[in-house]
Nanobody
Framework: QVQLTESGGGLVQAGGSLRLSCVAS????????MGWFRQAPGNEREFVAG????????AYVDSVKGRFTVSRDSAKNTVYLQMNSLKPDDTAVYYC???????????????????WGQGTQVTVSS
């Protein structure tokens, strides 16, 4: 059974930083693209960042480029999202997600996600 377990959310002031973690179990992490999505109240869930299993290629939504960094630690089956220079618009529930094992590329849409974490709240105050 696949499980994605997020941690690291919280309340931070604008300009601050947070690091989200997602521990994956029940899948072949070495052949697994991983990603982060977020959903703010009243908005659709959107892709934030992804990292492929091939050469660690990364993809980001334009609004977080230069501020967020996605990385992975295969020894720990963990994917991270380092979020710097946070803005109030970054406030959302952040979800760890993964498409089918073996899928290539770092970017994937919500419909392609086969597995989801439970979500972690990130709140950025102004």
């Amino acid at each position: 059974q696949v499980q994605l377990t997020e941690s690291g959310g919280g309340l931070v002031q604008a300009g601050g930083s947070l690091r989200l973690s997602c521990v994956a179990s029940g899948l072949t992490f070495s052949r697994q693209t991983m990603g982060w999505f977020r959903q703010a109240p009243g908005n659709e869930r959107e892709f934030v960042a992804g990292i492929s299993w091939q050469r660690g290629i990364q993809a980001y939504v334009d609004s977080v480029k230069g501020r967020f960094t996605v990385s992975r630690d295969s020894a720990k089956n963990t994917v991270y999202l380092q979020m710097n220079s946070l803005k109030p618009d970054d406030t959302a529930v952040y979800y760890c997600a993964a498409p089918a094992t073996g899928r290539t590329g770092a970017y994937f849409v919500e419909a392609e996600a086969a597995y989801w974490g439970q979500g972690t709240q990130v709140t950025v105050s102004s």
